[in-house]
């Protein structure tokens, strides 16, 4: 396991700021790397998978029309579900993930298109990425830059 988890953690400890988690093709990788690491339970509120398009709308909030007019694969709908579920759980700090994990392409986009974000309740952060390799390597490679986002924005 990598550093990061245990240091997004730490940082949001040190700030009296709790965390939630919206996953789409991370099918829950982030939150159960969050929960491998011991007292996570001190900051971290919980996850949602919303792996379904239509779930992002009816569980995360994000704006329908957006969904319709950019598909769910958008980095305005990977902000859009860090804030929707920073408000939904009651957290300080939302962290998302949002792509195509493959092998097959969804609405035009290839595998591997990723877009993770992390509000809090200073800024708005996010981060588009063209990640190489299978599945396992692409959801992987995605629950890691999230992780690496987060750590960056809370800062040490």
């Keep these: 396991m ?6 997004v953690l730490d940082a949001a400890a040190r700030r009296g700021w709790s965390l939630a988690v919206a996953e789409s093709l991370t099918g829950g990788l982030v939150t159960a790397t969050l929960v491998d690491v ?3 339970s001190r900051v ?3 996850g949602v998978v919303a792996y379904a398009t239509e779930l992002k709308a009816s ?5 329908a029309a957006l969904l ?3 598909g769910a694969v958008d980095p305005e709908v990977a902000v859009a579900m ?3 579920v920073r408000q939904r759980l009651g957290a300080d700090v939302g962290l998302a993930t ?3 994990a493959g092998p097959d392409q969804q609405d035009g986009h290839a595998p591997g ?5 992390v509000v809090t309740p200073e800024a708005r952060h996010v981060r588009s990425l063209d990640l190489p390799g299978d599945r396992r390597d692409v959801r992987a490679a995605a629950c890691a830059a999230v992780l690496s986002l987060a750590a960056q924005v809370l800062g040490p």
């Design 113 to 117: 298109t990723v877009h993770v974000a």
């Design 68 to 70: 319709a007019a950019r």
């Design 38 to 40: 011991p007292g996570a």
């Design 44 to 46: 971290l509120r919980g």
């Design 2 to 7: 990598s550093a990061a988890p245990a240091a």
């Design 82 to 84: 860090a804030a929707g």
């Design 98 to 100: 949002t792509g195509v």
């Design 59 to 63: 569980v995360l909030g994000v704006d």
